[in-house]
């Protein structure tokens, strides 16, 4: 094993023996560990009789850390990173530590394994090549729904992560501005509970709605195909007849609502509410 390096290792998402010979090889003949979670890397250690030291690198201590990781690259040590599960610095940890590293001219090498965005759209069956990540969408809804009316308009796949707690109202605001697409939600990968749910929109959403959804999730939605207008009114519709379900029984704020999550001009959304007899 070469000196002074920064091995970067991808670790399992779920299943333990997602795990490649050199990753073990590699963080059993390191120096040093540095990772996420110091109680999540020691499952897996122990697992395959690890013996490396384990210092914690985490978003909270990773500039402080960087600079101890760096003096010891520099004195010869050699050190593995990983994080929490899947590939350090993909919606984790990681980035910042890398770049100091490579900035102090020190070597990284990155070890390839897990992810679980590759691992979702592998058995997904959506798109055909391109696909945009959007790590974590914002978890406040009115920037969820700002961010997700940027793509509207995005033709290739769209691929997230997202907390369990959130999926339901994530899921209906994809509805309400992109359209009734395709969608599948991967939950636990690779674990014992691993689950695919597909479908459109409209029927994963009733899917989730109704249960109480569990450990992490990667949403996968087909990207737009391109009828503009055609699309947007049929969404129009069916927010409008949404909001009046939950109890909106004036026109104008229907309205107001409607233009203001959708991005569409008042005066259509003004019209289409006029032609499906809304109050």
């Known amino acids: ?25 590699i963080l059993r ?47 010869g040590s050699t050190i593995a990173y990983c994080c929490d599960a899947g590939t350090p610095g993909v919606s984790d940890p990681g980035t910042m530590t890398v770049r100091r590293v490579v900035e102090a001219g020190l070597r990284v090498v990155p070890l390839p394994g897990p992810s679980a965005l590759i691992t979702a ?28 009316r940027t793509l509207r308009d995005e033709r290739r796949t769209l691929i997230f ?21 395709h969608v599948v939600v991967a939950r636990e990968l690779t674990k014992i509970h691993e689950e695919f749910m597909r479908g459109s929109l409209e029927e994963v ?33 069916r927010r409008l007849r949404e909001l009046a379900a939950e109890g909106v029984v004036s026109r104008r704020e229907l309205v107001r609502q409607v233009a203001r999550e ?5 005066s259509l959304v003004y019209r289409l509410a006029l032609e499906g007899d809304f109050p």
């Open 262 to 266: 959708t991005g569409i001009p008042r």
């Open 161 to 181: 992560y997202e907390s369990p707690r959130r999926l339901a109202a994530c899921l209906h605001d994809c509805l309400s501005i992109l359209g009734n697409r």
């Open 205 to 237: 959403c009733a899917l989730v709605g109704g249960r109480t959804i569990k450990g992490e999730v990667t949403v996968i939605v087909a990207g737009g195909e391109g009828k503009g207008r055609e699309i947007r009114e049929e969404d129009i519709r």
């Open 121 to 148: 759209l592998s058995a997904s069956g959506v798109g055909e090549g391109a696909f945009v990540f959007l790590a974590f969408l914002p978890s406040h809804p009115s920037r969820r729904r700002e961010a997700l």
């Open 29 to 75: 003949e390191a120096d040093l560990i540095a990772a996420e979670d110091t109680r999540r890397t020691r499952i897996l250690t122990e697992a395959y009789g690890i013996k490396t030291p384990i210092t914690s690198l985490h978003e909270h201590n990773e500039a402080k850390k960087a600079s101890f990781l760096i003096e010891k690259l520099r004195r």
């Open 1 to 25: 094993m070469e000196k002074g390096v920064l091995y970067v290792v991808a670790t399992p998402i779920g299943n333990l023996e997602d795990i490649t010979y050199r990753a073990v090889r």
